[in-house]
């Protein structure tokens, strides 16, 4: 079993910045890929940034050039460096991370959720 744990959320004006940060614990696995989704009051989740163990990172349209994603492998944490955000940025923010065990058994897993809420 694998816990993800966030932090970072909160209250910011527009084109401020926010720092996301998700470690993840457990015992008897190892971490792929993690990544960062996030889903406003009444839409679908959707992908903001993923990354691999190698570093690779793939993101939403929307966030380009404003979010950068990066991991610590050691420590089994992602974080998410958000900045100029936008009003329409605003949504529960989740962390990602699929973990593999020594037998091979591949599970995704979720946070909770941490709120961003960006006025205008």
């Known amino acids: 079993q694998v816990q993800l744990v966030e932090s970072g959320g909160g209250l910011v004006q527009a084109g401020g910045s926010l720092r996301l940060s998700c470690t993840a614990s457990?015992?008897?696995?190892?971490?792929?890929?993690m990544g960062w989704y996030r889903q406003a009051p009444g839409k679908l989740r959707e992908l903001v940034a993923t990354?691999?163990?190698?570093?690779?990172?793939n993101y939403a349209d929307s966030v380009k050039g404003r979010f950068s994603i990066s991991r610590d492998n050691v420590k089994n944490s992602v974080y998410l460096q958000m900045n100029s955000l936008k009003p329409e940025d605003t949504a529960v923010y989740y962390c990602?991370?699929?973990?593999?065990?020594?037998?091979?058994?591949?599970?995704?897993?979720w946070g909770e959720g941490t709120l961003v809420t960006v006025s205008s």
């Open positions: 990602n991370a699929v973990a593999v065990t020594r037998r091979g058994h591949v599970f995704d897993y």
């Open positions: 990354i691999t163990t190698g570093s690779s990172t």
């Open positions: 457990g015992s008897d696995f190892s971490i792929s890929a």
